[in-house]
């Protein structure tokens, strides 16, 4: 247990909601039903999932251009269902991937400076789910693997060097609702449909603990950095939303379950590793209730509620190095305010006196620059550096500048099958419902749309270089004659 954690003065935390023209306005958050943030923010970009007629699609909006966002800014809409995840790749910040119901995982690269017209083709589609895809995970530490879980009960690993999927977690008996990574990546926490709380060795796909939550069901899960334990929203026997912490490597029983209210709505959890605080906002209402953790009883100290009267649909976190030191901000949310169409910065900020750097409220967190390669991390090594925790770390003293020129390339390959574990998962899947019959045959009319297009394309070119030919035939005769 890490008993050396340093004490941080964070217990008079208060929330800033930012002023109107620092908010996103006229934006047409999607109404999907789906239990998840449809935000995703970094340092350069804010992307937002949003409503669209015949397939899904997504808006990406530079952080720095707040106000009213023009009707018809551009967006991303290759999907040919609705979208239900998105997340920007943690090393390079022009790179996002996306899910949907079409059952595909789509990669993105976004141009400098934001979108100047609709994008459609992705750098990458990522096809091995039988059903749609309702999460997505970048790893923590490698720069090219992504995790993807679906409907089929399955979570695939993506290794994107090479575009392929290069292992299948097959341990779920329902849908998995719920991924999280700890500090190294090196295990996976996830929270599924059939009351089981899972810890996994994601390179083996070996369960090493799980809990068949009972008496706290189980809806989300985080790991709490390098502390070796779990934290999980749910819902108690009485119906009422519940807290639990838990041993990662004994899940019998909860070291600490906590009631929270008799609303309905989802808890969604946040954990700061660097101040070791615990956000919890529940969607549908607009609270957020932070706590401090500890290592010594009674490990979650409750410290204060933010509270606005506007509804969260979703939240995006911005990174460590996103946020503004100089103002003491030690986290940034961007609230959905579906009915207003409306995303709002909330800043969480220590109030000081002194304009200094303050070092104790900013310790050394996670860098920008990936520590191991997908081929690394795959192989088995979790420290690649000379820091315990297998992160490049970074200071946020002297502001935040890119350290690594490195460059996210798609791999060009062939179309073939996708083999995982001796099995084709793209051959011969049958469709299960109505709705995916219907995906799949749009898909195919789409793969048929772009070989017409190819054909059409080719046969132009077949006619000029007939036509070119026909006059070099037309011109032979008369230069023999001269």
């Known amino acids: 247990m890490a008993s050396d954690i340093p004490k941080l003065q964070v217990s008079n935390v208060y929330g ?25 923010v970094n340092a350069k970009f804010l992307a937002i999932v949003t409503e669209s007629a015949g397939g899904g699609s997504f808006i990406v909006i530079p952080v720095s251009q707040a106000g009213r966002i023009d009707p018809h800014h551009p967006k991303v809409c290759g999907h040919q269902g609705n979208v239900l995840d998105i997340k920007w790749n943690p090393f390079f910040e022009n790179i996002i991937a996306s899910c949907s119901e079409d059952s ?9 400076g934001g979108l100047r017209r609709n994008m459609t083709e992705a750098m990458m589609e990522l096809y091995g789910h039988s059903r749609r895809v309702g999460l997505i995970e970048w790893h923590p530490t490698s720069s090219g693997i992504l995790f993807s879980a679906g409907y ?8 994107l060097e090479i575009g392929e999927p290069v292992k299948m977690i097959d341990c779920h008996s329902d849908v998995i609702v719920c991924m999280s990574f700890n500090t190294d990546g090196s295990l996976l926490a996830t929270s599924c449909k059939d009351k ?110 933010f509270r606005s009267p506007a509804p969260q649909k979703g939240l995006g976190v911005m990174p460590k190095h996103g946020l503004d030191v100089t103002a003491c901000e030690v ?5 959905l305010v579906t009915l207003k169409g409306l995303i709002e910065p909330i800043s969480m900020i220590v109030p000081r006196r002194s304009e200094t750097y303050q070092e104790d409220i900013y310790p050394m967190t996670a860098g920008t ?4 390669s997908a081929n690394d991390w795959l192989s088995g090594i979790n420290r690649g550096t000379v820091h315990a925790t297998c992160l490049l770390l970074m200071s946020l003293k002297k502001g935040y500048q890119k350290p690594n020129q ?12 996708v083999v995982v574990n001796g099995i084709d998962l793209l051959e011969n899947v049958p469709p299960r419902t109505e709705n995916e ?10 793969e048929l749309r772009k070989l017409k297009e190819e054909l059409n394309t080719k046969d132009v070119k077949i006619r000029q270089l007939e036509l070119e030919l026909n006059n070099l035939r037309n011109v032979s005769p008369v230069g023999n004659n001269v």
Not at 24 to 36: A, E, L, Q, R, Y
Not at 406 to 417: D, H, Q
Not at 437 to 446: P, S, T, V
Request: charged share 25%; glycine share 6%; proline share 4%.
């Open 104 to 112: 595909s995982v789509r990669v993105w690269e976004i141009p400098e």
């Open 331 to 335: 986290f940034r949310f961007y609230k």
């Open 152 to 159: 089929d009960y399955k979570i695939l690993i993506w290794n």
């Open 437 to 446: 019959l219907l995906r799949m045959f749009f898909r195919q009319q789409e």
């Open 196 to 305: 089981k709380l899972r810890v996994i060795e994601p390179r083996s796909g070996r369960v090493l603990q799980h809990a068949s939550c009972k008496n706290h069901r189980v809806n989300r899960v985080v790991f709490l950095g390098n502390m070796k334990r779990l934290l999980t929203t749910g819902v108690s026997r009485w119906n009422t939303r519940q807290i639990a912490l838990w041993d990662q490597e004994d899940l019998s029983m909860p070291m600490v379950e906590e009631e929270i209210d008799g609303l309905s709505g989802l808890l969604f959890p946040f954990y700061d590793a660097d101040t070791h605080m615990l956000y919890l906002a529940g969607k549908g209402d607009g609270n957020i209730r932070y706590y401090e953790i500890t290592t010594e009883k009674p490990y979650l100290q409750y410290l204060m509620e």
């Open 406 to 417: 490195l460059v996210f390339k798609a791999p060009v390959k062939e179309k073939k099958g």
């Open 16 to 40: 800033k909601v930012a002023n109107r023209e620092h908010c996103f306005d006229g934006i047409p958050i999607t109404k999907n039903v789906h239990d998840n943030h449809f935000c995703a």
């Open 369 to 372: 620059e990936p520590a191991l």
